[in-house]
């Protein structure tokens, strides 16, 4: 997919699932790393990650696009675009918009470090380490142990 075909996606979602146009620019941006897409308030620009696309497919991609969608139609009207916002939330129920993306399954491979609550026994696992003093089990708040 080109990037003339994600704006053309982008200018399709936003007249069917907004019933306005997409008057800016969206583009495929090769340096995003941990993010599936991103809006750009000061240029009004929506990017995406095209490893999505890659490793997840196009129905991952349309629920990246209609997320940030809320964010620009939010912001274009003046309304509250962040994630914390009310007008936010509510558009993402109404426009059926996944409120997080899906992670990458290249990145899963990146988890280097198992943690496992020692009274519960989840399992969490982490790219970077962490101090097992300072942190606890979330759900049951019991202590953590560094698996092999």
Request: charged fraction near 30%; charge should be positive.
């Amino acid at each position: 997919m080109t990037n003339d075909e994600l704006q053309s996606l982008v200018n399709d979602l936003s007249i069917q699932h907004f019933g306005k146009p997409f008057k800016h620019s969206a583009v495929f941006n090769y340096r995003l790393r941990t993010t599936g897409g991103r809006y750009l308030p000061h240029q009004k620009r929506i990017e995406i990650n095209p490893k999505y696309l890659e490793e997840l497919g196009i129905n991952e991609v349309i629920g990246i696009i209609k997320h940030e969608l809320c964010h620009y139609h939010l912001h274009i009207e003046g309304k509250g675009y962040h994630h914390r916002d009310p007008e936010f939330k509510e558009l993402l129920k109404r426009t059926k918009s996944p409120r997080f993306c899906s992670p990458l399954p290249s990145m899963r491979k990146n988890r280097k470090h198992v943690y496992q609550c020692t009274q519960c026994e989840k399992v969490y696992e982490r790219m970077k380490k962490i101090n097992l003093s300072k942190y606890c089990c979330g759900r049951c708040r019991g202590k953590l142990k560094k698996l092999p």
